[in-house]
């Protein structure tokens, strides 16, 4: 008597990634950036609303009267556009890493059918290109499935098995293109912030300068002398603070900008070695 084979082991489901719901922009009903861009508007209103948060925190008991609360209500108009811009570029960067976040989900779809000695030709295409539409609500919306559509859906449509790895590296390029234009805004908020503080250095000597002159002009002894120094020390503070926190936030800025560069980049390249390895290594030219 034959023992009956044992069954085959089914294939996973595949993981339901749903753009239009999971995006974090989406999710609060604005109108996402494509793969890891963020939009201007809901990063802008975020950013006012902690702007006012940490200036209302400054109006606490514990921080009024400070050295920290003077820095940045007594220091000229710069240091309130200055705080706006700083807490813009942390929300924007905030809001990059959820979504490159969700876009690291989509190496975990299981794309190619869990069959051995499975082969990707113009025969078998079309079930790996099911799969990624039943995996993803628009692969257009994912860096990997879009790359993947892209180039298995040239090989179903005109048969040539060479052109994929061609167009993966071509979209490849695109993609680092894309990434990298998602960081103009935040580019321009880098120059713009120690911008922002030389203002408020010239601002601080133009008073300082003033004060002084009238201190020359109108004192006549030591004590209205000292008296009238006073101005001139708040101008020279206003001078220096004003650059010591434009310099402080566009480091901190940068190097937040610099972190998540890198993990963006080491994303791209995940991407491209989970499509060659996965999609390039099983091509095959179909046999007649």
Known sequence: MTESPLPLKPSP?????????????????FLGGRYTSVIGLLSGLLAVMLTAAFYGLL???????????????KRGPTQYA????????????????????FQRRSLDVPLIPNEAGF???????????????????????????????????????LG????????????????????ETSYALLQGFVWAIPVLGFIGTVLGLSEAIGQFSGVLGAAKD?????SA?????????????????????????????????KHEQDFLDAAMEHALRNVVGRLRIAEE
């Not at 109006?59 to 209500?73: D, M, Q, V, Y």
């Not at 706006?84 to 960067?93: A, K, Q, R, T, Y």
């Not at 539409?133 to 879009?146: A, E, G, M």
Request: aromatic share 8%.
């Open 13 to 29: 489901a595949p993981i339901m990634l749903d753009w239009g719901r999971c995006d974090f922009e989406q999710r609060l009903c």
């Open 59 to 73: 109006a606490t008991p514990w921080l009024r009267g400070s050295t920290f609360e003077a820095i940045f209500t």
């Open 82 to 101: 200055t705080a706006l811009l700083f807490f813009w570029c942390i929300v924007i960067l905030v809001i990059k890493w959820l979504k490159l976040g």
């Open 119 to 157: 082969v990707i030709s113009t025969a078998t295409v079309g079930r790996v290109l099911e799969r990624i539409n039943d995996s993803v609500d628009d692969p257009r919306n994912f860096i990997l499935f879009n790359r993947l559509v892209i180039a298995l859906a040239n090989l179903r449509n």
């Open 160 to 179: 040539h098995v060479g052109d994929v790895d061609d167009i993966l590296q071509s979209q490849a390029s695109q993609d680092e293109a894309s990434v």
């Open 222 to 226: 030591v004590s209205q002398i000292s």
């Open 229 to 261: 120094l006073k101005g001139v020390t708040a101008g020279l503070a206003t001078a220096f603070d004003t650059t010591l926190v434009a310099l402080v936030a566009a480091l901190v800025v940068q190097l937040l900008m610099t972190i998540m560069r």
